[in-house]
């Protein structure tokens, strides 16, 4: 039986492409942003110590996030081939992530938007070198630790404290993974509710805080902004994911053990910040943070289906992107 025929893709093509997305929807972004970009996130414990930084350093602030998002999207790209999570060698995830997290919509809140990016980054990444490697204690530890601090930046993230004790049951379904794991999500807000009741503030300020910040409307308004490009550009990112979860369900033999409860994990993960989207205290970040599970999911359609659709469909994200950075500069 015939091999099927795969496109590599170079990682100098790759990172090139992710080099272009950084520098122009940053550009784009800090000197023609759109209304809801402007829209700052709601108070959180920490957010708002960050959000007073960037307003003291906001030039400093965009050339973080700029080198943030570069960093993230090669890091991101790595996780297939160090951990063996496709059936193929692919450096996919690069671009993708690049597209989702600046060229839909760039929150000029930009340090939270980094560091956001980053906690959901690495999140992941001690997840799954806990699953795909380690089984450690440590690695999972630290992976809930990054998830349970993504609250105290970003207030629709608090979804997280009621999702993942049962998504991670998904991959580590045994009673001690459960608790590790429980208590290592809880850790950072239980330390921020310490450090503000020894300032006096009330041990149960910060959960106070976020939850009335959760659910406090931000005006951000994306469908009502939405443009034809950016419409265009988000049906293909649907269709890749749509591809990639069918692909994951009826072409489950394909995948490892392991990689395939990753591959659920993210899935379900992808769903909890859809379920974010639509809280009232969303803001633009919200692109930051799905980046992640988009990018770890979608590659697996450049390795499963033909080259023909997929390489259309690539060129089909990047002329969107594109033309959705012209529209939203007009």
Known sequence: MARKKIVQHRILDLSATLLVIVVVTTLRSYFLPTDDESIANTLTPIGSLVQSVQ???PLLSALVWAMVLGFAGLDAGRYGPK???YPAYTLMAIPIFGVIAGAVMVSTDYLLSGIAMLLMLFGTKYLLRCIMRTESYNDLSLSML???TLPLLFAPAAILYLVLPFLVLVVRNTWRDWVVSTFSLAFPLLAISYW?????LGFRSAGEMIYTSMFTASEFSFFSTLNIAGIALLGIIIVMVA????LIISDRYSLKVKSRAVMRFNAFMLLATLVMFFMP?????IFAIIATPVAILSP????RMGVGFTESLYRLLLLAAAANMVVMSL
């Open 55 to 57: 307003q003291s350093l």
């Open 83 to 85: 951990f063996s999570l």
């Open 146 to 148: 990054c998830y349970g």
């Open 196 to 200: 503000r009741w020894c300032a006096g």
């Open 243 to 246: 591809c990639a979860i069918s």
């Open 281 to 285: 205290g969303c803001t633009a970040t």
């Open 300 to 303: 697996i359609v450049f390795v």
